[in-house]
């Protein structure tokens, strides 16, 4: 019997393609590794852009995300619902993210890995399997914003001094684009609390950048 989600099988899906997430986290628990590096390829990009938002350093983000990663294959038999591989990690890369902010406040802080160098290849990072998937994971970088310069600094900055839920819920839904009820999923709220902690920090950045704004 040939192996239904091998490499073949597998390269250049997506989570729109005939083999969705329930059945690649279903082959995962089967012991099937490719399986899980496909679910890697899939959310890594989104993992590690979240990560960054939250903590400002490509090298920061890229070691959390690979955490997260593991984490969750080892974990994955307590994903009750399959088909919510994806909210459920980034959940998992939210927490160890803003855990990693609290204890590097008090400690020093790691200085930042240039941006291109990730980009162009001399990062790295792997699957739990162990191969190397630095391919794909920063072309058309995550971290990449439409911002430079003063203001870029400056929302940069505004962002990172909201309250943490406002933060989540600012970079998951109005950066990120996740819908609402996936940003409610991920930080164990409802999703009126969502559009709640987002009208709040958008006010906050509104009032923090007014002098950016006029």
Request: proline share 4%; hydrophobic share 40%; aromatic share 6%.
């Amino acid at each position: 019997m040939s192996n239904q989600t091998g490499p073949d099988k597998l390269r250049g899906g997506t989570t729109e393609g005939a083999i969705d997430d329930a059945q690649l986290v279903g082959s995962a628990l089967a012991g099937e590794s490719p399986a899980y590096d496909e679910l890697v390829r899939r959310y890594q990009r989104r993992a590690i852009a979240v990560a960054y938002r939250l903590l400002g350093n490509v090298h920061d983000a890229a070691d959390v995300s690979q955490d997260a990663f593991l984490r969750a294959y080892r974990s994955l038999g307590s994903l009750e619902d399959h088909g919510r591989f994806g909210p459920w990690l980034l959940r998992i890369v939210s927490n160890l993210s803003l855990n990693f902010r609290r204890s590097r406040a008090s400690g020093v802080a790691r200085s930042a890995m240039p941006l291109d160098e990730v980009i162009e290849g001399r990062g790295e990072f792997r699957s739990p399997s162990g191969e190397s998937l630095n391919g794909g994971a920063f072309g058309g970088s995550p971290t990449e914003s439409p911002l430079s310069g003063e203001l870029g600094g400056a929302v940069g900055e505004a962002i990172g001094r909201l309250p943490e839920k406002q933060r989540l819920a600012l970079i998951l839904f109005s950066i990120e684009g996740l819908p609402q009820k996936e940003v409610a999923e991920i930080l164990e709220c409802s999703v009126e609390l969502v559009k709640w902690n987002v009208f709040q920090a958008r006010k906050t950045l509104r009032k923090t950048l007014a002098g950016y704004l006029e």
